[in-house]
């Protein structure tokens, strides 16, 4: 079995779900430290297409994090003191209304955005599992918090190819950095690397093509044929 992880980022890009397409089972990774910068800094935030110079605008959802420096994802609060998730969905509306396929993922987006969220993890749970659905992407998923899961880095990740009884391991680029080659050996794991580049599609505005936005942008643009587009990107 190929088994795949990831961290619970908010709104994911294509790359994202390339991996689950590849793979047998997808693991959300919610019991290590949350960051707020740097190549993992996407689980409280992301871009979409916006008509202003660059091109795209940031979604950050608030967190509570004074004090909370080692606080893992799942233990990481949203801000609710802030209107962030009326701005969301506003933001969404008016960049992505005349897209060709908005009005048919609309109404279940928005009904993400109406519910109270306390926990980031959970809000971005449940935006990845509507996201599955909209491409059709029926694949087991659970909780790296759920299945007792331990250690840090290359050893985490050999244990939740334990717990789940995988004999392969499908990593992101940045494993590189990170994953000792040796140790998936020793422990009988293939280790594989995903190597990502975006495809491209139509998007709304005039201006040149913006790769690896929310994987939002590809479902309103393209809808039923998104997740062609995704795994051309491999």
Known sequence: MLLTGHQPNYLPYAGFFDKVARADKLVIV?????????????????RIRASGADGWDWLTVPVLTKGKFTQTIRETAIDNSLPWPRKHWKTIEWNYRAAPHFADYAPELRAVYEKKWE?????????????????????????????????????????????????AYLSGVHGRDYLDLPSFERAGIRLEFQE??????????????????????????CGPRSLEVVTAGR
């Open 119 to 167: 926990w980031l993890c959970e809000l971005n749970v449940e935006l990845v599992r509507v996201i599955l659905r909209w491409l059709r992407l029926d694949k087991p998923l659970c909780l790296s918090s759920e299945i007792g899961a331990e250690g840090k880095a290359g050893d985490l990740v050999v244990d939740l190819c334990r717990k789940t009884g995988a004999d």
């Open 196 to 221: 990502y580049r975006a495809a491209e599609y139509p998007q709304c505005f005039s201006g040149p093509f913006v790769p690896n936005l929310s994987v939002v942008d590809l479902i309103f643009n």
């Open 30 to 46: 919610d019991n290590v430290q949350f960051v707020k910068r740097g190549p993992f800094g996407w689980i409280h935030r992301n």
